[in-house]
C-alpha cells in the first residue's frame, strides 16, 4: 500500500537572497567563553556562538522590500520624508492619530512613565517585562501583577494566559483609588508568561472596568501581530478576520501603545509611541527632544524609519506570522518527543524550557534556569536566555530576592533567519543536556549591577 501523504500546512514565504556565516567552536573554545562571560549568555560574544536564539530583538532578517527602503533614506535633520511614512503607517496599522518614534522600546516606556506617573502611583500589569517595570518604578510607581493565576503555572493549557484578572483589577482599584492609577499597562502576548496572549474578549472587558472608573489603559504592542494571530485561532468569531483587521481592532480599546520595532516589525533598531490622546501626545513630542532627539527622528536614521514603515506592511502578513508561529511550535514538538519539560501552551515568539521541573534537584538560589542556559551554550554553542529569579531581580522596597513562580530559559526564534535544520541541531543539544541534567549542580552570583541585573550578573559554577 502507498504511503498515506501528510502535507505540511506551511513553509516560508520567502526564499535566501543573502547569507552570513556562523562560527562553529570546539568544546573547549564554549568551556572559555562562557567562563569570561561569567555564565551570563548576554556576555558572550556573537563570535562564539553557533545559534543564536537569545532574543528576537532586533535579530531579524529584513526584506529586500526593507532593504530597497534603507536606500531612500532622507537625513534631514528636521522633516525627514521617512518619518512621515512610518506615521502614516502608524495611523493604518495601529489605528492612532499622534505618534513620536524612539530609538527603541524602552526610550518610548521611559516617556510613557516619566509623563504619565506620580510618585506613590500604582500600574497594575498582566505580568511584569523587566525594562517596562523598571521605567515604571524610576517614575515613582509601585507595579501590581493583576494577570490570571493560570499564567504563573507553566504547564496550564489556558489559551489566553496573558488575560488579566478582573477581580483582581477592580480590588486593586477600589483599595487604592483610581486617581494613585494612571493607567492599566496590557502586553500582549505576555513575554515573561512564555509569550501567552490575551484574548480579545478579556480585553474589551478589562477596557469597560478601566473605563467604568475613568481609568486609562495602554498597551506594550511590541508583538501584537502574534496576539492577533492566537486570537484568530483560538477566539470565536475572528476565524475570518485579517491580523490586521484584529490588530486594529485591538488597538481601539487603547489610550495608547508603545511599541519595541526590533520585534513585529522586523527591524534591527526602532521603537514607537503613539496615543489617540493630543494631550500626552504634546508632552511626549517635546520631551522626546529631551532624551531622544526631534520629533521627527526620535533617536533614529531616516533609512530606519523607513525600514520600519515597511516592516509595518509586512508584519500583518498571515503567512510570514504563520511561519514565524509555526518554527516556534515545530520546535516544541520535537523537544517533546524527548519530554523536555515546556511551557504550555507554546508561545508565540518562543519556546520556554521548564527550569523548575528539568532540574528538579538545584532549589532556586542557585540559579537553576541560568545554569541551564549556559549548559545548552557549552554543549551545541546554542545561545538562550534565563528567565526567572536573575530576570525578576530584588523588590525595590525590601531589596530582597523575587523568587517568581516561573524560572524559565527562552529559545527565542529571530524571524526569517534559522532553518528547520537549526533547529533540529537545538532540540538535539536540549535533549542532551536534559539526558545529561543530574551533572548539573547550579551556581553562585559574584557580580550583581543594581538595575536589570540579568543583562550583566556574573556568576560561578558551584
Ligand atoms: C514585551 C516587551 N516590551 C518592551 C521591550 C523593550 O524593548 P527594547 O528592547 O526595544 O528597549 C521588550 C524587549 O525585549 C519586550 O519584549
Redesign the pocket.
Known sequence: MAKKIIKRSWAEPFKIKMVEPISMTSREEREKAIREAGYNTFLLKSKDVYIDLL?D??TNAMSDYQWAGMMLGDEAYAGSRNFYNLWDNVKKFYGMPYFVPTH????A?HLISKIMIKPGDYIPGNMY?T??RLHQELAGATFIDVIINEAHEAQNTHPFKGNIDLNKLEALIKKVGAKKIPYVSM?GPV?MAGGQPFSMKNLKDVYSLTNKYGVKLWF?A??ATENAYFIKLREKGYESKTIAAILKEMCSYYDGL?V????DLMVNIG?ILATRNKKVYEEARNMVVVYEGLHTYGGLAGRDMEAMARGLEEMVLFDNVKARIGQVEYCGRELEKYNVPLVYPFGGHAIFLDAKRFLPHLKQDLFPAQSLASEIYLDSGVRGMERGIVSSGRDPQTGKNQYPKLELVRLTFPRRVYTQAHIDVTVESVAQVFQDRKKIKGLKMVYEPKYLRFFQAKFKKI
Not at 104 to 107: F, L, N, S, T
Open positions: 532574543t530583538s532586533g527603541q522600546g524602552r526610550a516606556e517585562f525594562t517596562t502586553a513575554n506594550d511590541t508583538r508603545w519595541s520595532a526590533k520585534k521603537g
